[in-house]
Nanobody, 128 residues
Framework: QVQLVESGGGMVQAGESLRLSCAAS????????MAWFRQAPGKEREFVAA????????YYGDSVKGRFTISRDNTQNTVYLQMNTLKPEDTAVYYC?????????????????????WGQGTQVTVSS
């Protein structure tokens, strides 16, 4: 089993930045692809970003491309999401996800069903 714990959420104003962290524990050697999804009230869960095990492959959702950066530190079993130029529409609960399979395509990366492990989420609120 793998446990994921997100941190770093909070309330900021539009244009500011936040960095989210997701720490993995348990059978971390089995983790390959990791991702961030988000869900705003009344909306479906949305793909934000994904990263392969080596960090060399990344994918981003269109709404965050150019503003958000995903990275990982395998020595710390942690994945990060650097969020810059935040907008009110970025307000959501952000979830970390992980799975034991490789990251092969955008279609796979953006599919929530492709991840077996999920964190509890961290709230990000961006005011205008």
């Amino acid at each position: 089993q793998v446990q994921l714990v997100e941190s770093g959420g909070g309330m900021v104003q539009a244009g500011e930045s936040l960095r989210l962290s997701c720490a993995a524990s348990g059978r971390t050697l089995t983790i390959y692809r990791m991702a961030w999804f988000r869900q705003a009230p009344g909306k479906e869960r949305e793909f934000v970003a994904a990263i392969g095990r080596s960090g060399g492959t990344t994918y981003y959702g269109d709404s965050v491309k150019g503003r958000f950066t995903i990275s990982r530190d395998n020595t710390q079993n942690t994945v990060y999401l650097q969020m810059n130029t935040l907008k009110p529409e970025d307000t959501a609960v952000y979830y970390c996800a992980a799975d034991g399979g490789p990251l092969l395509s955008y279609a796979q990366a953006s599919n929530a069903q492709a991840y077996d492990y999920w964190g509890q989420g961290t709230q990000v609120t961006v005011s205008s």
